[in-house]
């Protein structure tokens, strides 16, 4: 009797070990199944699908497209934009309008979206899609417009030539314009002279500047006493965080009368020595 009672326990815990070795060794039929089916479904997702960007700057999205089949396929790409607006798919640097993936194959798109400059502040949705023969994957992107960077440089009479006298200094007033909706920060201005030349600012950086607003730079230009009469060219530079821009100025330099008198004083003398000279051996 005793015997039997002892068995019965050590028969259950044989039992159980044996179930519990059938378990790992074949698996749960349901979740084999399970685990198949998914590895089978392609995907189509992004890292992020919310992107804020001002309308001359490109909304940048990171795509990973996966084939979840046994068979090789090849994916079309599509978005549907807003009218005017613009898009590039690259895979590995490479511009691309499709993409051939393998059985269970997984690859990186980047996507670059670009808008219009009259695009209105708010939030697009566009619709994105991988096609191949028998499936459709599609995920949505946001793009966010914040508004728009923009800057002009010219004078506040838009006048872009200067009259200067060689020897001397004339300060020239330059209108910076923020032609955008959002503020520019950090601009600084710089310019590009004739060898010998000289130019100052003041302000000579502008710490922000609000969308639609204007301010004059004073700009003091030297010209070296020896420079040649004549036309030259003058740049002056606008450059930002977010905006960069140029002015070209014509500088027409002339003589000055001192020199002017100086030269005439010279080719005086030089012909009164030529005549004095000519006279005296003249003679002879």
Do not use: C
Not at 8 to 18: A, D, V
Not at 233 to 259: D, E, P, V, W, Y
Request: zero cysteines; hydrophobic letters at 40%.
């Amino acid at each position: 009797m005793s015997t039997q009672l002892l068995l019965k326990p050590s028969r259950r815990g044989l039992l159980r070990k044996l179930l519990v070795i059938a378990l790992i060794t074949t698996g749960v039929p349901g979740y084999s199944q399970q685990q198949a089916a998914q590895e089978k479904v392609s995907t189509l997702t992004a890292k992020l699908v919310n992107i804020e960007a001002a309308t001359n700057e490109p909304f940048r999205y990171s795509v990973t497209l996966h084939n979840g089949t046994a068979t090789q396929q090849l994916f079309e790409l599509k978005a549907e934009l807003p009218v005017g607006w613009q898009m590039s798919s690259r895979v590995d640097g490479s511009q691309v309008t499709s993409v051939n993936l393998g059985p269970r194959e997984t690859r990186e798109i980047a996507i670059e979206i670009s808008a219009t400059s009259s695009a209105q502040v708010k939030k697009y949705i566009i619709p994105f899609s991988a096609t191949s023969s028998g499936q459709t994957l599609s995920l949505q992107l946001e793009a966010v417009v914040k508004g728009s960077y923009g800057a002009a440089l010219s004078t506040p009479t838009g006048r872009l030539s200067e009259e200067l006298t060689a020897g001397s200094h004339k300060e020239i007033e330059l209108e910076v314009h923020n032609t955008g909706t959002l503020p520019l920060s950090s601009l600084s201005i710089s310019s590009q002279l004739p060898s010998g030349w000289e130019a100052s600012f003041s302000p000579s950086q502008i710490e922000k500047l609000e969308g639609g607003k204007k301010m004059v730079i004073k700009a003091t230009l030297k010209v070296p006493d020896k420079t040649i009469a004549g036309d030259y060219n003058a740049t002056f530079n606008l450059t930002g965080n977010n905006a960069t821009t140029q002015a070209a100025f014509r500088i027409f330099i002339k003589t000055s009368m001192l020199s002017g008198w100086i030269g005439i004083i010279i080719i005086a003398i030089a012909i009164s020595a030529v005549y004095l000279l000519v006279r005296k051996f003249g003679r002879r």
